[in-house]
Every structure is written in structure tokens, then in C-alpha cells.
């Protein structure tokens, strides 16, 4: 582990509420654009004018590049698990468009933890993750369930 890592977290170490707060990512139209040939090449990802005449009424990026997005920042962020993010399950919404030229954050909260009863080395953690734009506006809310390791 590098020097300037952080210790990681055990289930051990979280409480409900607890709170996380991500470095930063800013969104390239190079970068939009370039997921959305990749992995979703609809019109409104890719044209700037074609996507004027849609809901969106702009540019937008794939609601699956901003979970990337978030992805990654959790991955580098305040929250290091134990063994790693492990999923087990999530809903999620994109309430407004990430747009070329955000700048996106997560904020993470403790929001359930379940313990351990038929696996003592683990347990769920259920994490409530709030992606903002540079203007503090929420373009993605997703909760996760996860795995979390007891350090014992």
C-alpha cells in the first residue's frame, strides 16, 4: 500500500450516517463522446444537433458512463473497503443529464448495515452514492448493497 493510501475500512469501522466525499472527475465532450461510440451509440450522445431535438435538448452522456464515472471515484475515493467494492445489487436513477464540461463528485452515506449472522466474516452495507455536477445538482443516485468484511 502506498504511503499516501488510506487505511482500508472494515464493516467494523462503519456506522449508519457516516459519510464519504469523493475526489472530482471532469466529463470531456471527447470523453462522451467517445463512450457512447463504444457502448451507446444513440443520437443524443453523439450529435450535438440531433440531440437539441430531444428530451434532453443537448448533448448529453450515457446514464451508464456517469455510473462509470461514479465507479471511479468511489474506486480512488475517501471510502476504501476492505477487500474492495463488491456489489451486491443496486437501483438507480439519473434524475437530469450529465453534460459535457461537469464536473462530477460523489457524496457516499451509510445508510444500512446488516450483520453478519451466517457468514461472521461479512456483512451488507447498504450505501446511498449522490453524484453532483459542478453546480451541486444530483445527476445520478444510486444504493448499493455490499459486501463488507468484518476485520475479525
Request: with cysteine; glycine share 8%.
Amino acid at each position: 500500500m502506498p504511503d499516501n493510501a488510506l487505511a482500508p475500512l472494515y464493516l467494523d469501522d462503519l456506522s449508519v450516517g457516516q459519510r464519504f466525499l469523493s475526489g472530482t472527475f471532469t466529463l470531456s465532450e471527447d470523453c462522451l463522446k467517445g463512450f457512447a461510440r463504444a457502448y451507446d451509440p444513440q443520437p443524443f450522445h453523439l450529435d450535438d444537433i440531433a440531440a437539441r431535438a430531444t428530451l434532453f435538448g443537448g448533448l448529453a452522456a450515457s446514464g451508464w458512463q456517469t455510473a462509470a464515472i461514479t465507479m471511479k471515484l468511489l474506486v480512488e475515493g475517501a471510502s476504501q473497503l476492505a477487500g474492495g467494492i463488491i456489489g451486491a445489487g443496486a437501483e438507480i436513477r439519473w434524475p437530469r443529464p450529465t453534460r459535457a464540461g461537469d464536473t462530477l463528485q460523489v457524496e457516499s452515506e451509510v445508510v444500512r448495515i446488516i450483520a453478519p449472522r451466517a457468514r461472521p466474516r461479512q456483512g451488507v452495507v447498504v450505501m446511498r452514492n449522490r453524484t453532483r455536477n459542478q453546480d451541486r445538482e444530483i445527476v445520478q443516485v444510486m444504493t448499493a448493497r455490499l459486501i463488507v468484511f468484518s476485520r475479525s
